[in-house]
């Protein structure tokens, strides 16, 4: 193979495996957790474990591709309540929340915290 091939098929390649990292500000991050929570929480339970709609654990969706998730969340199901998010949510916010879901790194957010925090009586004050 003759090196401008070669380094064509290289970028190729560096390009297309970039396409699968979602780039996500962090405090989009922690927009997308809330909504995690929130909004995909009121339909597949608040813990994610399962509700109108299917568990979204990383044990259920790990095996799923990425790509099929993202559509999921995009363009919604048929037939069902899953609505279409492509109105809410970019292309890389969807990637991020599929990525997170399936590895399970859905953890609360600050504004969760604070809401909790703000229900909790005081240690002592019950």
Request: aromatic share 6%; charged share 15%; hydrophobic share 40%.
């Amino acid at each position: 193979m003759n090196k401008s091939l070669y380094i064509v098929a290289l970028l190729f390649a560096q390009s297309f495996a970039q396409t699968a990292i979602a780039e996500v500000d962090t405090a989009r991050q922690n927009e997308l957790l809330y909504f995690i929570k929130h909004d995909c929480g009121s339909c597949h339970g608040m813990t994610l474990k399962g509700g109108l709609g299917p568990a979204l654990l990383p044990k259920t969706l790990s095996a799923q591709p990425t790509d099929y998730l993202v559509t999921t969340i995009m363009e919604g199901r048929k037939n069902t309540a899953m609505p279409p998010w492509k109105t809410m949510l970019s292309h890389d916010d969807a990637i991020w929340i599929a990525e997170q879901l399936q590895n399970g790194s859905v953890l609360e957010t600050k504004m969760a915290q604070q809401n909790q925090s703000m229900t909790k009586p005081a240690a002592g004050k019950q």
